[in-house]
């Protein structure tokens, strides 16, 4: 399946970084000017995935599906925003595995990309922050496009600008949302094992624990 691969798109979050700390203090901070108590990191990581805005919904009301009054919602968005764009890489670090995967990629010399759905404005400083941005060819926000993950539009808009098929790009993630994208782009994916998603085995069509491992599959995948 991979041995066709010509280009590989990543998640961000939960994925190339553990941003759950600096992601959790926002959150945290959020919900104290409200006079809300505390979440724990792991209540929080149920939280992430479908982009600020629901994330700010969810954690003011702690349920995945919770929808907080319009005015304190538009209220915590604009200081969660605030807070977390002043703290972006306090605690956020690439996972074991990713710079080395990333350069052993490159000189491969296969086209990289991110697609995620955190918001371009803070996706881009982060990755510069991080010192990860230099490795991709493109890097997609949820605001990006029209539409975001689940949507197939940002990896059909990723293999167009990278002048591939969209069967030889990969998608790497580690969220339905990673999986559902992939699917209806036509993409083949990879599940990593770690990072905030829940994804069940046999969703993805492989699953790795680490990135360096990428390189293997895609080598192993053409002997």
């Given at each position: 399946?991979?041995?066709?691969?010509e280009a590989?798109?990543?998640d961000?979050?939960g994925?190339l970084?553990?941003?759950?700390p600096d992601l959790a203090a926002?959150?945290?901070?959020?919900?104290e000017?409200f006079?809300?108590?505390?979440?724990?990191?792991?209540?929080?990581?149920?939280?992430?995935?479908?982009?600020l805005?629901k994330l700010v919904?969810?954690?003011?009301?702690d349920e995945?599906?919770?929808?907080a009054?319009?005015?304190?919602w538009?209220a915590?968005?604009?200081?969660?925003?605030?807070?977390y764009?002043?703290?972006l890489?306090?605690l956020?670090r690439?996972?074991?595995?990713?710079?080395e995967?990333?350069e052993?990629?490159?000189a491969?010399r296969?086209?990289l990309?991110v697609?995620t759905?955190?918001?371009?404005?803070?996706?881009?400083?982060l990755l510069?922050q991080?010192?990860?941005?230099?490795?991709?060819?493109?890097i997609l926000?949820g605001?990006?496009?029209?539409e975001?993950?689940?949507?197939?539009l940002?990896?059909?808009?990723?293999?167009?600008?990278?002048?591939v098929?969209p069967?030889?790009?990969?998608m790497?993630?580690?969220s339905?949302?990673?999986?559902?994208?992939?699917?209806?782009?036509?993409c083949?994916?990879?599940?990593v094992?770690?990072?905030?998603g829940?994804l069940a085995?046999?969703d993805?069509d492989?699953?790795?624990g680490?990135?360096?491992e990428?390189y293997?599959?895609?080598?192993?995948?053409?002997?």
């Open positions: 399946m991979f041995s066709s691969i590989l798109a990543f961000l979050d994925t970084v553990d941003s759950l926002a959150a945290n901070a959020m919900r000017h006079g809300l108590p505390r979440l724990t990191d792991a209540r929080v990581a149920g939280h992430v995935g479908d982009g805005a919904h969810r954690t003011l009301t995945r599906d919770g929808v009054e319009p005015a304190q538009e915590g968005l604009a200081f969660f925003a605030r807070h764009r002043e703290h890489a306090d956020t690439p996972y074991a595995g990713v710079v995967a990333l052993l990629l490159r491969r296969l086209p990309a697609v759905n955190k918001p371009a404005a803070f996706a881009m400083p510069e991080l010192g990860l941005a230099g490795y991709f060819s493109l926000g605001d990006s496009l029209p975001k993950k689940p949507s197939a940002p990896l059909t808009h990723t293999a167009e600008v990278l002048g098929a069967a030889k790009l990969a790497v993630g580690d339905i949302n990673d999986v559902l994208a992939a699917r209806a782009a036509g083949p994916v990879v599940a094992s770690y990072g905030y829940d085995d046999g993805a492989a699953t790795i680490n990135l360096v990428l293997d599959l895609l080598k192993n995948d053409r002997a």
